[in-house]
């Protein structure tokens, strides 16, 4: 017998505050199937996807399977997530390398597009982890009446209201704020890196930099040549043996 989700309590963050969208550079672009014309606007969907789920996908962690039966119209844009969620690269990459709790975290924020509203949210996801493993949760998360109505079936997840117009900077976005290495992982693997820089670099204007063929840019090789002539000798005419140092034939 499956437990029941744990009740919690929605906070009043951005995405439920109802307001006038202002369109500018800042606003998430929305990817749907519902306004297709080309092959170019299903490409820069998926690469949406990618992006919301992955932050980047390299040729290797693409699911060339899926992006397939997307195109040809088998599976919906819900599908597709889920499938990037189930796949080994998300696996991979955020499961095995977090708690239950920072891999709810995570994929809350991917996938309905908004930060969990406390520890108790995160707490009841937790327990659908543990009970019904990854699918179960996935399959869930994407059945809540919240993800539907944001998104439905054919719209790519994004993070919602980031930006509100009484706000001078908006949130920072989920890859930024939510790393996917955890601290433990993060420490393992030598995170973060000091580097200390020991030349001091100096700013020269574009217009004040030398232009190809000019001899300023042959003076340090000219000066690393450091050229050695032959030195004179030393003798004086006194000690010259004229008898034994003039060839005659025997």
């Not at 017998?1 to 963050?13: D, G, R, T, V």
């Not at 992955?54 to 088998?74: I, K, V």
């Not at 997530?81 to 891999?103: A, E, M, P, V």
């Not at 890859?175 to 020269?204: C, E, H």
Request: glycine letters at 6%.
């Amino acid at each position: 017998m499956a437990i029941p989700l744990l009740e919690y309590s929605p906070a009043s963050q951005n995405q439920r505050v109802a307001g006038y969208e202002v369109p500018g550079d800042e606003q998430p672009r929305i990817y749907s199937t519902e306004n297709l014309l080309s092959t170019t606007d299903m490409d820069n969907l998926i690469e949406a996807a990618y992006r919301q789920m992955f932050f980047h996908a390299f040729a290797a962690d693409r699911e060339r399977f899926l992006e397939s039966q997307l195109r040809s119209g088998q599976i919906t844009v819900r599908d597709f997530i889920r499938g990037l969620i189930l796949s080994d690269t998300y696996k991979r990459s955020f499961y095995n390398l977090n708690s239950n709790y920072r891999f709810v975290e995570q994929t809350v924020q991917r996938v309905l597009g908004r930060d969990v509203y406390n520890e108790r949210e995160k707490i009841a996801w937790s327990i659908v982890v543990a009970t019904k493993g990854i699918r179960g949760f996935v399959d869930d998360l994407l059945n809540t009446d919240e993800y539907l109505d944001a998104f439905g079936y054919d719209t790519v997840p994004y993070q919602r209201r980031r930006v509100l117009p009484g706000r001078s900077e908006g949130e920072l976005p989920f890859n930024i704020k939510s790393p996917r290495y955890d601290a433990y992982y993060r420490a393992k693997l030598g995170f973060p890196q000091i580097m200390w820089q020991t030349s001091v670099r100096s700013y020269v204007p574009q217009d004040k930099q030398p232009k190809a063929g000019s001899p300023s840019q042959f003076l340090e090789m000219a000066r690393g040549i450091n050229p050695r002539g032959n030195q004179p000798q030393q003798i004086s005419a006194t000690n010259i043996d004229i008898e034994k140092s003039v060839p005659y034939r025997k």
